[in-house]
């Protein structure tokens, strides 16, 4: 899946990406619908993984 499918409330998930990555901020973790681009953007600069890795960590949480 190539794709990032944001599920469920976003700020409950935020919560959790901050408990796994405590260096994520809420700048970091800004969406809005229809900015995937950029929010994976900059997770990607932030965590230093490939774009297919967060979308992956994203949509597990």
Known sequence: MDKLQLK???NELK???KQEYGQLT???L????????????KL???L????QEIIDWLNSL
């Open 8 to 10: 469920g409330n976003w």
């Open 15 to 17: 919560g959790k990406a």
């Open 26 to 28: 809420d700048d970091d």
């Open 30 to 41: 800004a969406y809005a619908e229809g900015q995937e681009d950029e929010l994976l953007g």
């Open 44 to 46: 990607q600069n932030k």
């Open 48 to 51: 230093g993984k490939s774009r």
